[in-house]
């Protein structure tokens, strides 16, 4: 493309976004002539979407890539939107058909040219949208997705892209975002109703409480909103004013000036059995560890010196941000390594280790784990379990062992890219092999907590014979396989997981031959 012709291309493009929404279907009447609509065109796709991306991908991902396979596969996702239009490469050039003719070639970009790959992708979808009414109509976030749709899935099951609207919401979860701190629920009936109120939010401290009917946001009644809409209403920059509308138990509606701050969703709960604190996180955002540190103060505060221990519950978790799995394994664990990665790109080779206290100053803790608990899950209890600070009891828990950088794309996509592995202090990878409870209560036909106990009461474990799968497993199937049957990850009944936990923190004695038993020689020193 010509320099003036691509300066004209942007003097279009900003005069389209200039124009107000109803010149957009502006008419022109003569006459005894129908009027005619005049529509904009479609939004361009942005070159450097492609470049920021793809440059990323050369850059951070685990292994070298190449383009020639990567660059192809995403621009034959084109053909899940218009099944005509087919991309093929032969030798050194690149053609484009649609409904079988030559539409377009150009000569292909060197394998790992990654910002030669995106101009060559940009102008084989602008070609192909101008031959392709179906391509034409579809928008540029649609055509994103399916170019790293194809490109990804050449990496790995954990490196993806995702659009603008489910970017923005994951963002949301990890990182908070501009809102007044309540939950809602939608009946059939059209009544929204106040779930849940954040400790501490604007919400709370403007008086309301669950049950609460919310009428309206703005003035605008909610029974005209869809739970997007009254999500997008309730969220907006942290400082500004909006005004809820609430009713409870039938009484007079109040209106409710609220002022916007920055709302980070609770993943962690917490409660006390007798003298056992119990703790559950649900995911890993930017405020668990210390949400984890406040629960496990309450909990001391409560319980006083009677405090027999506490059970870590990340049954379920599913991970979430490195940085806060780090810190929750340091809030208990007074020295050594925490975790260490290893990648391609240096700055993701690194080393975490703890620093010198331990909020519970020592007294026992059981993490329960099963097959959904992963990624930051599994790097919290592979530590205190590896430095002989918890036992981990349940099941296998699912064996992602991978990092992810988050790249943010131009147009406010997110690029997730596996850059590194994670390895235990023991020096085992968790990528596939996961977490081995100490005491497994997933095997067939087991649903006595007694007998579950009785292999560690009468030293039947095999943590030679775990830690001898461990060191093979990475290149070992056979071994592999071995070391995940020895306690399956299958689904089995979740009070098992706690009456097992409550009879190792009653018996001191029992809990340290567990403790004792999961410390094994490391695999390899990294």
């Known amino acids: 493309m010509s320099n003036m012709a691509r300066r004209l291309s942007r003097s279009l493009r900003h005069l389209a976004f200039q124009l107000p929404a109803a010149a957009l279907f502006a008419t022109t009447a003569f006459a005894g002539q129908p009027q005619v609509a005049i529509t904009a065109p479609p939004p361009p796709v942005t070159e450097q979407v492609f470049t920021v991306g793809f440059g990323k991908i050369a850059e951070v991902y685990l292994d070298p890539v190449s383009f020639d396979r990567l660059g192809m596969d995403g621009l034959k996702g084109l053909s899940t939107i218009d099944p005509s239009v087919t991309v093929e490469q032969t030798g050194n050039t690149v053609r484009l058909y649609v409904s079988g003719a030559l539409a377009a070639e150009y000569g292909a970009a060197a394998d790992r040219d990654a910002a030669g790959w995106a101009v060559l992708t940009t102008r084989i979808i602008d070609r192909a949208r101008s031959h392709s009414p179906i391509l034409a109509k579809a928008t540029p976030e649609r055509l994103y997705q399916v170019v790293f749709d194809g490109v990804t899935a050449d990496l790995d099951g954990y490196s993806r892209y995702t659009g603008v609207q489910r970017a923005s919401n994951e963002r949301a979860q990890r990182e908070g975002y501009g809102g007044v701190g309540i939950s809602l629920d939608s009946a059939a009936n059209g009544r929204v109703t106040v779930h849940d109120v954040m400790p501490h939010s604007p919400a709370e401290r403007a008086g309301i409480v669950g049950g609460d009917l919310l009428l309206a946001i703005d003035g605008d009644l909610t029974t005209r909103m869809t739970a997007a809409d009254m999500r997008e209403r309730l969220r907006g920059p942290t400082g500004t004013l909006l005004t809820l509308t609430v009713a409870r138990d039938g009484g007079a509606p109040r209106r409710l000036p609220l002022r916007?701050?920055?709302?980070?969703?609770?993943?962690?709960?917490?409660?006390?059995?007798?003298?056992?604190?119990i703790v559950k996180l649900d995911r890993f955002n930017a405020t668990t560890a210390s949400s984890l540190?406040?629960?496990?103060?309450?909990?001391?505060?409560?319980?006083?010196?009677?405090?027999?221990?506490?059970?870590?519950?990340?049954?379920?978790?599913?991970?979430?941000?490195?940085?806060?799995?780090?810190?929750?394994a340091d809030l208990f664990i007074r020295r050594g390594r925490i975790i260490s990665t290893e990648g391609r790109n240096p700055e993701s080779r690194q080393r975490f280790d703890a620093n010198p206290d331990d909020l519970l100053d020592g007294l026992p803790l059981v993490v329960l784990v099963d097959g959904r608990s992963a990624s930051s899950a599994e790097v919290v209890a592979s530590?205190?379990?590896?430095?002989?600070?918890?036992?981990?009891?349940?099941?296998?828990?699912?064996?992602?062992?991978?990092?992810?950088?988050?790249?943010?794309?131009?147009?406010d996509g997110e690029l997730f890219l596996t850059w590194s592995r994670i390895y235990t202090p023991a020096g085992y990878t968790l990528h596939r092999q996961g977490v081995q409870p100490t005491v497994c209560t997933?095997?067939?036909?087991?649903?006595?907590?007694?007998?579950?106990?009785?292999?560690?009461?009468?030293?039947?474990?095999?943590?030679?014979?775990?830690?001898?799968?461990?060191?093979?497993?990475?290149?070992?199937?056979?071994?592999?396989?071995?070391?995940?049957?020895?306690?399956?990850?299958k689904e089995h009944e979740p009070e098992l997981d706690l009456q097992v936990a409550m009879r190792l923190l009653a018996e001191p004695a029992l809990y340290q031959r567990a403790v004792a038993s999961a410390v094994v020689n490391t695999v390899a020193e990294r």
Request: glycine fraction near 10%; charged fraction near 20%; proline fraction near 5%.
């Open 293 to 328: 540190r406040s629960a496990v103060t309450s909990i001391r505060q409560a319980a006083g010196p009677t405090l027999q221990g506490m059970v870590l519950d990340l049954r379920g978790n599913p991970g979430g941000l490195l940085d806060q799995a780090v810190a929750v």
């Open 260 to 277: 916007r701050e920055r709302v980070v969703p609770n993943t962690v709960t917490y409660s006390l059995s007798g003298d056992v604190g």
């Open 383 to 411: 530590a205190l379990q590896d430095s002989g600070r918890a036992v981990v009891v349940g099941a296998s828990s699912y064996g992602k062992g991978s990092v992810q950088t988050v790249n943010r794309l131009p147009n």
């Open 442 to 489: 997933s095997r067939a036909g087991q649903t006595d907590p007694e007998a579950l106990l009785s292999d560690l009461r009468e030293g039947r474990l095999r943590p030679a014979q775990i830690a001898s799968w461990r060191s093979k497993a990475a290149d070992d199937e056979h071994a592999l396989n071995a070391l995940r049957e020895a306690c399956p990850w």
